[in-house]
């Protein structure tokens, strides 16, 4: 069965099509970064009319003609101007195929990305512990089957991406933050490395409102970072001062170990909990040098495989949309074409 996925949730126009949720036929991304650069973040307004401009010729491009069995496009979460336009084109695209429509939960999405272009059977790793990590969320879930996913920790405040981003902004790095945190980050390790400054690791106290049920020991908070940081910088003569001096290296790589710690050691804990047959990660963090090291050790460690996403699959792209809808998808994509856009669609909901 051959799925087109579209996905339009932030700030990528992406197309896909995927054979039987994991063979990746086509795969287009058009990134609008150098859009948002200047102004070190994501504009709705100016995604919004970027993707009206990019979704035609970039799903064209995907389908090269062929022709596909469903259509499944991202509903929620994200930016409403911006998933407004991939679910309508979406809408019209299915109605006029004359094919299913399947609505698409952008981090469930993200959580597929480890299976696509493999032949692994998704059902043999279950039950999963899995980490959804980008710069919107950042959320561990239990998978006790394909497709079932009950949140068990998150972030209380910012996102492990947002923390980058604002970091790379506050020190003048540029947008987005991870990628060049991570490679200088890389370099001063490279170099010799040094000793780190001590930013705070992210645990949260047990009693605060905000869990919501939730135990403390799986939930992090990263604006502690965020603010620590700041202070840091000031006390230091601002971010020109440290980047004449040498600084930065430094600053972004204990920056960086601090989230990296808070997510890994967070992991940790949720798999020595409870038996799981493997630790499933993905989202745009994921791309994290550290990171990826970091979590291979903590699943050593725990016994379990960790699946992780080919790097080109860990940003946002349709193939995860259209990988998961044929594992998700039910007998009548119907109800979706009912469907409205969800911008704080709720992880583990039905799938339409
Ligand atoms: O999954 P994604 O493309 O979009 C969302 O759904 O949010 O993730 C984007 C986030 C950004 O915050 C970006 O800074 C971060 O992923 N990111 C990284 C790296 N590459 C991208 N963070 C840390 N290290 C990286 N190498
Ligand atoms: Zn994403």
Redesign the pocket.
């Known amino acids: 069965m051959d799925i087109l996925g579209i996905e339009t949730?932030?700030d990528?126009t992406a197309a896909a099509v995927v054979r039987d949720g994991r063979e990746v036929l086509s795969n287009v991304v058009y990134t609008q970064i150098p859009l948002h650069r200047p102004y070190g973040g994501v504009v709705p307004e100016i995604a919004s009319r970027a993707h009206v401009e990019k979704i035609t010729q970039v799903v064209s491009s995907a389908l090269e003609g062929r022709r596909v069995d469903a259509v499944a496009a991202t509903y929620g979460p994200g930016l409403s101007p911006a998933l407004l336009v991939g679910y309508n084109a979406a809408k019209g695209l299915a109605a006029s195929l004359g094919v299913p429509l399947f609505a698409v939960n952008?981090m469930e999405g993200?959580i597929h990305t480890p299976f696509l272009d493999t032949a692994l059977d998704p059902a043999e790793f279950m039950p999963a512990l899995a980490l959804a990590v980008?710069?919107?969320?950042t959320t561990w879930m239990d998978m006790p089957s394909y497709g079932k996913y009950i949140v068990v920790g998150q972030t209380l405040d910012d996102?492990?991406?947002?923390a980058?981003?604002k970091a790379?902004k506050l020190l003048a790095l540029g947008y987005?933050?991870?990628?060049v945190?991570?490679r200088m980050a890389a370099e001063w390790f490279k170099s010799g490395g040094g000793e780190m400054i001590a930013f705070p690791r992210g645990r949260v106290r047990e009693g605060v409102s905000a869990l919501a049920g939730l135990d403390a020991g799986m939930c992090v908070s990263f604006s502690g970072l965020k603010t620590s940081l700041l202070r840091y910088v000031q006390k230091e003569g601002g971010a020109e001062a440290l980047a004449a001096r040498g600084e930065i290296g430094r600053v972004v790589a204990s920056y960086?170990e601090a989230i990296v710690d808070a997510v890994a050691e967070t992991t940790a804990r949720a798999l020595a909990a409870r038996r799981r047959r493997a630790l499933l990660v993905g989202?745009?963090?994921s791309?994290?040098?550290r990171?990826r090291e970091r979590l291979k050790r903590v699943a050593d460690a725990a016994g379990v495989p960790l699946l992780l996403a080919k790097p080109k699959y860990?940003?946002?792209n349709g193939a995860m949309i259209a990988g998961l809808a044929y594992f998700r998808r039910t007998a009548e994509g119907d109800s979706a074409m009912k469907l409205d856009i969800s911008p704080s669609a709720a992880i583990g909901a039905n799938m339409v």
């Open positions: 949730s932030c990528e952008h993200h980008s710069g919107g969320h996102a492990a991406g947002e980058f981003d790379a987005p933050g991870g990628p945190v991570d960086q989202g745009g963090v791309l994290n040098s990171l860990c940003g946002d």
